[in-house]
Nanobody, 124 residues
Framework: QVQVVESGGGLVQAGGSLRLSCAASGRTFSSYAMGWFRQAPGKEREFVATISWGGGTTAYADSVKGRFTISRDNAKNTVYLQMNRLKPEDTAVYYC?????????????????WGQGAQVTVSS
């Protein structure tokens, strides 16, 4: 059974930084893409970032490009989301997702396993 567990959320002032971590277990971590999504109150879940199985391909939502960085450590079965220059509009529950395929994808349908979510709150 695949398990996905996020950590590292919290409260930060605008302009600050946070790093989210996500550990996945239950299958060969290095064979699949990983992704981050977020959901703000009253809004639908939206794509944030994705990374391919080996880390060679990444993609970002326009709203976070240049501020967020996704990376992975296959030896530790962990994916990270480094968030810099945070804005109040980044406030949301952030979900880590384990992909169904090796290549990076921005669509929800490309992911089969989801974490419980990590709250990120950015104060102005």
């Amino acid at each position: 059974q695949v398990q996905v567990v996020e950590s590292g959320g919290g409260l930060v002032q605008a302009g600050g930084s946070l790093r989210l971590s996500c550990a996945a277990s239950g299958r060969t971590f290095s064979s699949y893409a990983m992704g981050w999504f977020r959901q703000a109150p009253g809004k639908e879940r939206e794509f944030v970032a994705t990374i391919s199985w080996g880390g060679g391909t990444t993609a970002y939502a326009d709203s976070v490009k240049g501020r967020f960085t996704i990376s992975r450590d296959n030896a530790k079965n962990t994916v990270y989301l480094q968030m810099n220059r945070l804005k109040p509009e980044d406030t949301a529950v952030y979900y880590c997702a384990a992909g169904l395929f090796p290549r990076a994808t921005m669509t929800v349908n490309g992911y089969g396993y989801w974490g419980q979510g990590a709250q990120v709150t950015v104060s102005s």
